[in-house]
C-alpha cells in the first residue's frame, strides 16, 4: 500500500509494515509526532519556522504560497472532484492523495493568496475544517486578528515567532487531539486519557511557561493578563491571542 | 596555548555580541536564533543570516532601482518590499535595520521622495554595518571552531 502523503516518511516505514492513519492506530509514533504544515511566502521565515518547529519534536513541511499549501494537502484537485459525480467528500475519493497534516501555520501577508485567503479555503473545504490553522503575523492589527479569529483560526501569533509560541501550540495540539480522538472512538481507555489530561492542564497554561526565553519576562501579553487558563479552556479551542510589542 | 586562544575568540565574541545588544542592533530575536543551535544544526544561525542577507540585498537593489527612477510613482511596490524587510529583519532580530525599514514606510505612505531617498540611505548604511559586523562574529566563530578542534599533542 502506498504512503499517503507526497513526502515520503522513510524513518516512519521503516518502523511500521503499513501506513495506518486511523485514529484507532497502534502505531504510537505515528500518533505521538505532530505533523505541521508551515507556509509563509519568506525564505528566512520558512527557515525559522522550519527549525523551531523540528526542535519541538514536529515533522515539518515547508511551503512558499497558499496555493502550494492547498496543491500539497490535494485541495484543489477536491474542489475539481466535487464538481463532478464523486459524492464522497474524503481526500480519499480524489485520484491524488494529498498530505495528511495535523496542523496549518501561515503567514498572513503573502502575495497571491493571503493566509487569511488561505484560511477561509480550508475552512470551507469538508474534508480539511477539522485541521487547526494558525495565523502569524507581523502586524497585530486588531480587526485582522478577529476576522481571522471568526473565520475560525485556532490562534494568532505575533512574529518574530519564539520557542514558547511554537511549544505552546504543539502541547495544545496534542492535548486537543487526544480528546478528539475520544469523542470519535470508543475503544480508547478513558482512564488513561484522564491522566494525560490532568498532565496537560497543569503544564500547558501559558503563564507558567516551562521553556525559559530571555523574552519571557518583558513584553505584555493579552494572553496572561486576560484569558484565565482554566481546564476547561482545553475542551473549546481557546481564542487566545500573544501580542508582543516588539519595540 | 590554544585552548587560551579558544577563550579568547569567544570572549571577544560576547563582547561584539554584548556591543551590538547594547546599540540596539540586534535582539532577543537574535537570542532566539542562537538557542535553535545544536548538533544537529551547528551552522543554523549563519545559514539563516546568510539567505537574510542574500534577500536583503534584492530588496535594497529594488528599492533603489525603484526610486532612482526619475518617473517614480509606484509608492505600493516600494511598501511590498518594505514589509518584506520589516518582516525578515524581525526574524533575525535585527532591530536597527528593521525600524529605519518602519520609518522608510512611512515616507513612502506620505509619497514623499525625498523622505524615501534619505530612509534608503540610512537604511543602506545600517544594513552595511549589521552586515560586517555579523561578518566579524561568524568568522571568529570559525576560528574558533578550528582552533577548539586542535588537539596537543597531534593525533598523528
Known amino acids: ?247 | 596555548m590554544l585552548g587560551w586562544g579558544v577563550d579568547r575568540l569567544r570572549a571577544d565574541m560576547n563582547r561584539l555580541l554584548a556591543m551590538l545588544f547594547h546599540q540596539g542592533v540586534l535582539d532577543e530575536q537574535f537570542l532566539q536564533l542562537q538557542q535553535l543551535e545544536d548538533e544537529s544544526s551547528p551552522n543554523f544561525v549563519s545559514e539563516v543570516v546568510n539567505i537574510y542577507f542574500h534577500e536583503s540585498e534584492k530588496l535594497l537593489r529594488n528599492l533603489r532601482g525603484l526610486l532612482m527612477d526619475r518617473e517614480f510613482s509606484d509608492y505600493k511596490k516600494m511598501g511590498t518590499h518594505l514589509n518584506q524587510l520589516i518582516g525578515s529583519s524581525s526574524s533575525i532580530g535585527a532591530k536597527r535595520v528593521r525600524n529605519v525599514c518602519v520609518s522608510f514606510r512611512a515616507a513612502s505612505e506620505q509619497n514623499s521622495r525625498a523622505g524615501c531617498l534619505r530612509a534608503l540611505e540610512l537604511l543602506e548604511h545600517e544594513y552595511c554595518y549589521l552586515k560586517n559586523k555579523l561578518h566579524e562574529l561568524f568568522q571568529m566563530d570559525q576560528l574558533r571552531v578550528l582552533a577548539a578542534g586542535v588537539t596537543y599533542p597531534p593525533q598523528h
Not at chain 1, 502523503?5 to 516512519?12: C, D, H, P, Y
Not at chain 1, 514536529?58 to 504560497?65: P, R
Not at chain 1, 498532565?199 to 507558567?208: E, H, K, L, Q
Request: a negative charge; hydrophobic letters at 30%; aromatic letters at 6%.
Open chain 1, 1 to 247: 500500500m502506498g504512503s499517503n502523503s507526497i513526502v515520503s516518511n522513510r524513518w516512519m516505514s521503516e518502523k511500521m509494515n503499513c501506513l495506518d492513519l486511523s485514529p484507532n492506530s497502534n502505531s504510537d509514533n505515528e500518533e505521538e509526532e505532530v505533523h505541521v504544515l508551515a507556509v509563509d511566502d519568506s525564505f528566512v521565515d520558512r527557515k525559522v519556522i522550519e527549525r523551531l518547529l523540528k526542535i519541538s519534536s514536529c515533522k515539518v513541511t515547508a511551503v512558499d504560497s497558499g496555493w502550494g499549501a492547498l496543491k500539497l494537502l490535494g485541495l484543489l484537485d477536491d474542489e475539481e472532484e466535487d464538481k463532478s459525480s464523486s459524492s464522497s467528500s474524503s481526500s480519499s475519493s480524489a485520484g491524488f492523495e494529498g498530505l495528511k497534516v495535523d496542523l496549518i501555520i501561515t503567514d498572513y501577508c503573502m502575495p497571491g493568496m493571503t493566509g487569511y485567503e488561505l484560511l477561509k479555503k480550508i475552512k470551507e473545504s469538508s474534508s480539511f475544517r477539522e485541521i487547526p490553522v494558525v495565523i502569524m503575523s507581523s502586524e497585530n492589527v486588531m480587526a485582522r486578528i478577529d476576522r481571522c479569529l471568526e473565520e475560525g483560526a485556532e490562534e494568532f501569533i505575533a512574529k518574530p515567532v519564539k520557542l514558547s509560541d511554537v511549544k505552546r501550540l504543539r502541547d495544545y495540539y496534542m492535548a486537543t487531539r487526544e480528546i478528539r480522538s475520544v469523542q470519535s472512538s470508543s475503544n480508547v481507555n478513558k482512564r488513561k486519557l484522564q491522566e494525560s489530561f490532568d498532565v496537560s492542564t497543569s503544564s500547558s497554561p501559558p503563564s507558567i511557561s516551562p521553556s525559559p526565553s530571555p523574552s519571557s519576562a518583558s513584553p505584555p501579553s493579552l494572553f496572561s493578563s486576560s484569558a484565565p487558563c482554566s481546564p476547561s479552556s482545553l475542551d473549546s479551542p481557546t481564542r487566545r491571542i500573544k501580542m508582543t510589542s516588539f519595540d
